[in-house]
């Protein structure tokens, strides 16, 4: 397996180092005025720079694990998802730092480094939860990177979008329903912000790449998305398992998540949830900045649907 790079080691100490450090991490406007178009030299520099201005100092070894009612760790122990979001999180940052290696423009390589640093960060956020509350784990697998390394970074990062979208949702409806307690979902918060951080800077990562490719390149570019794509919904499917030789966390993450809250919501409440937290967390960016678009497409298409399936048959 490569070696997963380090997490930025700047720490926040004071609470309001902590209160600024979290304003900073959700709001933020590129220094160059006017429009931008995208594809541009402006482009580049304003995306390249979103995940350093935007850096949130928390310390994984210093995050405050509060103390569980029994009845409340039970539960939260028993989630079918920390093993898998332990491996997803140690992938990702592997991934995005092999594809480092293939990028010839320097400031785009140091965000990636930067972004597969708090990829690492995570799973130190996840590991020290599964100790702090004694959650049994599986042996960690070997992973085995991909040949070919866009294509691993294609593939995080579409993962990234689809169960960022869906977490938005899970995570705000474990928070209103108590399944999670406030203390727990303060901790995790920063985590769930820092993946909204990650698919916009991919986003513009995607269309300033598009635009500066030449036009058989596009062409051989777009077929490799549309194979990421069929690929991850083949895993997603559960038809694949361990398709990439990475023991299929990606296909699983999301979908054993939404299992566990299954008795908490209804697929209709969960993607209005879903829409209304991606456009709440985005909302703070530099508006010239491309969002994510195409998993709050797909669920505005499935929220509209389902609510005519429910006037139709009146449940």
């Not at 997490?7 to 180092?17: D, I, N, Y």
């Not at 691993?152 to 960022?164: K, N, P, Q």
Request: glycine fraction near 6%.
């Amino acid at each position: 397996m490569y070696d997963l790079p380090l997490a930025p080691t700047e720490t926040a100490t004071s609470e309001e180092e902590v209160v600024s450090a979290d304003f900073h991490a959700r709001h933020w406007e590129f220094s160059e005025p006017g429009p931008i178009q995208v594809g541009s030299d402006a482009h580049y520099r304003m995306f390249t720079a979103l995940l350093g201005a935007t850096y949130n100092p928390y310390k994984p070894a210093v995050l405050d694990w509060p103390k569980l009612e029994p009845e409340t760790l039970a539960r939260i122990t028993a989630l079918p998802i920390w093993d898998i979001a332990v491996q997803t999180e140690i992938k990702a940052a592997a991934r995005i730092a092999f594809y480092t290696h293939t990028v010839r423009h320097e400031a785009l390589r140091a965000a990636l480094l930067h972004m597969a640093g708090e990829e690492a960060r995570h799973k130190d956020v996840l590991s020290r939860l599964v100790a702090a509350y004694d959650i049994p784990m599986k042996p960690e697998p070997y992973y085995a990177l991909p040949n070919d390394a866009e294509w691993g970074w294609l593939v995080t990062g579409f993962s990234e979008c689809i169960d960022s979208f869906f977490a938005y949702g899970l995570f705000e409806l474990a928070k209103r329903s108590g399944y999670f307690p406030e203390a727990l979902v303060a901790t995790f918060e920063p985590v769930v912000q820092e993946e909204g951080r990650h698919i916009l800077f991919f986003a513009n990562w995607l269309a300033w790449h598009r635009a500066n490719l030449r036009w058989y390149k596009r062409i051989v570019f777009e077929l490799k998305v549309w194979a990421v794509w069929g690929f991850l919904i083949y895993e997603r499917i559960g038809i694949a398992k361990d398709v990439d030789g990475l023991e299929g966390a990606d296909a699983n993450f999301t979908m054993n998540g939404s299992a566990a809250l299954s008795k908490e919501m209804d697929l209709l409440t969960l993607l209005a949830i879903c829409l209304e937290e991606d456009k709440k967390r985005m909302a703070g960016y530099d508006s010239r900045l491309k969002r994510p678009t195409f998993m709050p497409f797909l669920g505005r298409i499935g929220l509209t649907a389902l609510r005519v399936k429910k006037r139709i048959i009146g449940h």
